[in-house]
């Protein structure tokens, strides 16, 4: 081996370490969490149960990078969840609403806060800190105003599917979920065949690509871990519906800021506001528009918790914004704005849902967990910042 393929393959690792960083200490957790609690943080009931206990945060992760690429952060998301779940309570139990007309107006209450809120930001230019702080504590006191205090459940069947219901197994398998499987590789022969479909064009128009044997080994290491991981999930009850919602929004929100104008713009906003304005980019329209995203998105959030817990409570959602910023952060996000992925969230929340899920199973008390994720929070944001201080000296 010569000395260039030496530094080449160096380069290379060096590369893969720091782009997948947050990949690696996900599974260094799930490992060392899977031999501490002798195999338990890896069965099929445990892993049903991270997902639907994570899902909500999961979503709110997903607005909230958007804002934190944007330059700015939502402190109200807990509170507009425990108030979107007082209405919904108030219209499906209490006046007997459908219930598909009940989410859609919930929806529409998100929207209108969320509104509300990118109003001051976007067009007062109250700090989004404020702003958000203000209506953390306006919702809260509001969802004691609907809620007169109490717990109001339980919800109808149909709404209580949403967050704890399972996709049927319409191919009757005996004793595994044998759709589960077959949607899943369904799906991955589908984005296999596109991805190749894709490389092949780029190659054809005398455009960069990858290595084939990089390539196709990133396609089989995806495709080995999502099998293996829904016939973990085949094991039990097949695939939960919330998995279906949350794979749904993060194929919209990741097409969305790769792939579209839209994208580039809150971006090139995050990045530097003043050039993205002289460019052209309509700064205020679009802050506004992703905190009205964002206000749907707890609204999604707060319905799906509320199905979750069958009832609605003036105390839902406390704490929530902080593991939804947190999770961005540990996910990759830029506290200067203009850096982050949707993917990174979804990553980052997982870490969070794993830490959490197995220092329980340890029997770690909460206040010790609260501490070690401080801790956990601090140590990956200060590696990843040196990461790129150390790539940009290069």
């Not at 495709?223 to 794979?247: C, K, M, R, S």
């Not at 104008?261 to 802050?287: H, M, P």
């Not at 206040?367 to 990843?384: E, N």
Request: hydrophobic share 55%; net charge positive; glycine share 10%.
């Amino acid at each position: 081996m010569n000395s260039e393929t030496q530094i080449s393959l160096g380069s290379r690792l060096k590369g893969i370490m720091q782009k997948y960083s947050m990949y690696i200490f996900l599974v260094v957790i799930a490992v060392v969490f899977q031999i501490l609690t002798d195999g338990t943080l890896m069965r099929p009931l445990n892993i049903t149960n991270i997902i639907l206990q994570n899902s909500y945060i999961l979503i709110l992760a997903i607005g909230m990078m958007i804002l934190i690429i944007l330059g700015h952060i939502d402190l109200s998301v807990g509170s507009v969840m425990a108030f979107v779940g007082a209405i919904a309570s108030k219209m499906m139990i209490e006046n007997g609403m459908n219930v598909w007309l009940s989410v859609f107006v919930c929806l529409i209450v998100g929207a209108l806060i969320g509104a509300f809120q990118g109003f001051w930001v976007a067009y007062v230019k109250v700090p989004a800190f404020i702003a958000t702080l203000a209506g953390m504590l306006l919702f809260r006191g509001l969802t004691i105003v609907v809620t007169g205090g109490k717990s109001i459940g339980p919800f109808p069947q149909a709404f209580q599917y949403i967050s704890s219901g399972f996709i049927p197994d319409l191919l009757s398998g005996s004793g595994i979920h044998i759709f589960s499987l077959v949607a899943v590789i369904v799906m991955l022969l589908f984005m296999n065949f596109m991805a190749v479909r894709k490389r092949s064009k780029r190659k054809k128009n005398g455009i960069d690509v990858e290595s084939s044997t990089w390539f196709f080994m990133k396609m089989a290491t995806t495709d080995i871990v999502l099998i293996g991981f829904t016939f973990l999930l085949a094991q039990y009850e097949g695939i939960p519906n919330i998995l279906v919602i949350l794979a749904v929004l993060i194929f919209i929100y990741n097409f969305i800021t790769t792939k579209t104008v839209v994208g580039r713009q809150i971006y090139a906003i995050g990045g530097n506001e003043k050039a993205s304005k002289l460019s052209g980019v309509n700064t205020r329209f679009t802050t506004f528009a992703m905190f009205v995203n964002m206000g749907i998105l707890a609204a999604v959030s707060g319905l799906v918790f509320a199905a979750r817990l069958n009832a609605a409570t003036a105390n839902a959602g406390q704490g929530f914004e902080l593991d939804a910023i947190a999770s961005c952060y540990i996910g990759g996000a830029s506290a200067y704005g203009g850096v982050g992925t949707i993917t990174g969230a979804i990553i980052g929340g997982l870490v969070m849902g794993l830490l959490n899920n197995g220092m329980s199973l340890l029997g770690v008390g909460v206040d010790w967990q609260q501490a070690i994720k401080g801790i956990v929070l601090l140590l990956v944001v200060a590696f990843d910042i040196y990461n790129k201080s150390k790539t940009e000296t290069n």
